[in-house]
């Protein structure tokens, strides 16, 4: 099997190993990123992985952006309803909460 490497991808390397690495990398499926971090998030990253033993820079940096794709939807939920308010399409509360009291056997309070 030969493999097609485009130049413009073997440019960016300025050793052999580093394109060797890059393609064993490749092969299997890990993805590299080398980032110059501020001291500060450096710190903050390096506190984070302090306070969970095993817990490594990459099991950080997913859980956080795992949490700015929930603030994101969070986000995008609030502005649905905000766009449904400003269309009109709202209802009185009390008709709200009788169908939903109803569709989970809840007691409506008198």
């Known amino acids: 099997?030969?493999?097609f490497v485009p130049s413009c991808v073997?440019?960016?390397f300025s050793h052999f190993d580093?394109?060797?690495?890059?393609?064993?990398e490749w092969v299997a499926g890990v993805?590299?990123?080398h980032i110059e971090?501020?001291?500060?998030?450096?710190n903050r990253l390096r506190e984070r992985i302090a306070l969970v033993p095993?817990?490594?820079?990459?099991?950080v940096i997913r859980e956080a952006?795992?949490?700015?794709?929930?603030?994101?939807?969070?986000?995008?939920?609030?502005?649905?309803g905000l766009d449904a308010m400003h269309a009109g399409r709202v209802r009185p509360f009390e008709d709200f909460?009788?169908?939903?009291?109803?569709?989970?056997?809840?007691?409506?309070?008198s």
């Open 18 to 24: 580093d394109l060797a690495t890059a393609l064993l």
């Open 65 to 80: 952006l795992d949490h700015l794709d929930w603030q994101d939807a969070e986000r995008s939920a609030i502005q649905a």
């Open 97 to 109: 909460d009788r169908d939903f009291c109803n569709r989970n056997g809840i007691a409506a309070d």
């Open 1 to 3: 099997m030969t493999a």
């Open 54 to 59: 095993g817990v490594s820079e990459v099991d």
């Open 31 to 33: 993805a590299t990123m």
């Open 10 to 12: 073997v440019g960016q």
């Open 37 to 42: 971090l501020p001291d500060d998030i450096f």
